[in-house]
């Protein structure tokens, strides 16, 4: 059977503190291009009968309504880190609608975090109107969503093990500072990689933007996409103008479509 046609919607393309940064008065956040505009980062997966979405930012519930979304078939989830989990709560209108629960895939240690935050989900006796979830476990083996087939690839973030995700031949990674071999070989043959590239400078647990480029550069990879974006990085146009050939900051809103 042949992978479906498949649309990619960046819903946040933002760091944890998004952009504008609250308080924040520097050139990007008082910008009034739209694509200096960041909210937490995410994306959605559509073929033409499934839809699934990676993480739930605080600003899923707008991304939701930006995107007009009115139907979500399942959460994967990257990491337990806040500004990729804290929406979750919101898939409750999804479940009021379409009458049904939501399939969420995680790996334990997030699972542990989703059920401290959100303990009324799990709890024995439910009240009335909470998110209603069918939990997956997943690691590094590959599973199918629909018609979509999404390959897990183990990154990490600083300790923490974060998981990227293929979809046929779009690779998505955020959160990462560090990939080792293996898993690398695992987005070999991609034809779009997304990756964090948080800013210039060095950090202790996210990819700078050369090192982004180098990667994407070492591994072959015909268009890399970049995400997880800081307001330190500059101004999108500039920043724009400086990249190589097929590399590109990706932005809210940007739609890709693989056939």
């Known amino acids: 059977m042949s992978a479906p046609s498949l649309k990619i919607t960046f819903l946040g393309t933002g760091t944890s503190s998004g952009v504008p940064m609250i308080a924040c008065h520097c050139e990007v956040c008082t910008s009034t291009n739209?694509?200096?505009?960041?909210?937490?980062?995410?994306?959605?997966?559509?073929?033409?009968?499934?839809?699934?979405?990676?993480?739930?930012?605080?600003?899923?519930?707008?991304?939701?309504?930006?995107?007009?979304?009115?139907?979500?078939?399942?959460?994967?989830?990257?990491?337990?880190?806040?500004?990729?989990?804290?929406?979750?709560?919101?898939?409750?209108?999804?479940n009021y609608f379409n009458k049904k629960a939501i399939d969420v895939y995680a790996n334990e240690l997030t699972q542990k975090a989703l059920r401290n935050e959100f303990y009324y989900i799990f709890a024995e006796h439910k009240y009335p109107g909470v998110p209603d979830i069918n939990l997956h476990t997943i690691d590094e083996d590959a599973f199918c969503v629909g018609d979509i087939l999404v390959t897990?690839?183990?990154?990490?973030?600083?300790?923490?093990?974060?998981?990227?995700?293929r979809f046929a031949n779009f690779t998505y990674i955020t959160d990462a500072n560090r990939i080792e071999t293996a898993e690398a070989n695992k987005i070999k043959g991609s034809e779009i990689l997304v990756l964090n590239a948080l800013r210039n400078e060095a950090h202790i647990?996210?990819?700078?933007?050369?090192?982004?480029?180098?990667?994407?550069?070492?591994?072959?990879?015909?268009?890399?996409?970049?995400?997880?974006?800081?307001?330190?990085?500059?101004?999108?146009?500039?920043?724009?103008?400086?990249?190589?050939?097929?590399?590109?900051?990706?932005y809210d809103g940007l739609q890709i479509f693989l056939n």
Not at 73 to 87: E, M, N, Y
Not at 153 to 165: A, C, D, E, S, T
């Open 34 to 94: 739209t694509k200096d505009k960041r909210l937490r980062s995410s994306i959605m997966v559509q073929s033409a009968t499934t839809t699934l979405v990676v993480d739930t930012t605080p600003d899923f519930r707008y991304q939701m309504l930006r995107e007009n979304v009115d139907n979500v078939d399942a959460i994967l989830f990257t990491h337990p880190h806040k500004d990729h989990v804290a929406g979750l709560d919101d898939i409750k209108a999804f």
């Open 152 to 165: 897990p690839i183990k990154v990490w973030h600083l300790n923490m093990p974060v998981l990227g995700f």
């Open 205 to 250: 647990s996210h990819f700078t933007l050369q090192q982004a480029l180098d990667f994407a550069a070492d591994l072959q990879i015909p268009k890399a996409y970049f995400t997880h974006i800081s307001h330190q990085l500059g101004l999108h146009e500039e920043v724009t103008k400086m990249l190589p050939a097929n590399n590109a900051l990706a």
